[in-house]
């Protein structure tokens, strides 16, 4: 079975502060997608940023990049410069590239930004 | 575009009632996707389909059904509504070059009591 596990329900930064959100996830798949979506109050689901598991480098989008440890089975996220519009719920995601139509979440990250 | 677009917004049901969800999309996508919400907890996968007349289960299929006869509109129909499908329920769509950004539908959100 296919798991993400994002163990750290809430998670708070001063503004302009950089913060990681951590997220590992289980499977005995070679290549996969992963990704994070921020869902602001408004409930909408905004894709911030994916990382190709066969690719070494590490996904970069503006303020937001990962750290993917394929080994280790981690991927977290790092917001560097943290803004108040950055406040939402975080969720990492999973998905096998065999399928291409299997999309797991995990359980999310409330941050909260301080101004 | 108008991107993907559900109603109702919110909705309370009677135990035993039945609803349809609706969705649609303007962005020619093949790829659609039903999700729910429980409190506190991450996106699950209901169904999904890969163009008109192709529907498959996703994680939680169970309560649920689904059809596709055209590429915009995905409804999905509650039957015999239960307290356990109390959530926030979200259609997405995406094109089908994988993995392709999922654009999702503001959500509805289901109170059956």
């Known amino acids: 079975a296919q798991t993400v596990t994002q163990s750290q329900p809430e998670m708070s930064v001063q503004e302009a502060e950089t913060v990681t959100l951590s997220c590992t996830y289980d499977t005995s798949e070679s290549d996969y997608y992963l990704f994070w979506y921020k869902q602001p109050p408004s409930r909408q689901m905004i894709l911030v940023i994916r990382q190709e598991a066969y690719k070494q480098q590490n996904a970069t989008e503006n303020r937001f990049s990962v750290n993917f440890q394929k080994a280790a089975k981690s991927f977290s996220l790092k917001i560097s410069d943290s803004q108040l519009g950055d406040a939402a719920m975080y969720f990492c995601a999973y998905s096998p590239s065999n399928t291409g139509n299997q999309f797991y979440f995990g359980t999310g990250t409330s941050l909260t930004v301080i101004p | 575009n108008a991107g993907v677009t559900q109603t109702p917004k919110f909705r309370i049901l009677k135990i035993g009632q039945s609803m349809t969800l609706q969705c649609a999309q303007d962005?020619?996508?093949?790829?659609m996707y039903w999700y729910r919400q429980d409190p506190g907890m991450g996106l699950k996968l209901i169904y999904y389909s890969v163009g008109a007349g192709i529907t498959d289960k996703g994680e939680v299929p169970n309560g649920y059904n689904v059809s596709r006869s055209t590429t915009e509109d995905f409804p999905l129909r509650l039957e015999l509504a239960a307290p356990s499908q109390t959530s926030v329920y979200f259609c997405a769509s995406r094109t089908g070059t994988f993995p392709g950004e999922q654009y999702f539908g503001p959500g509805t959100r289901l109170t059956v009591t």
């Open positions: 962005m020619n996508h093949n790829y």
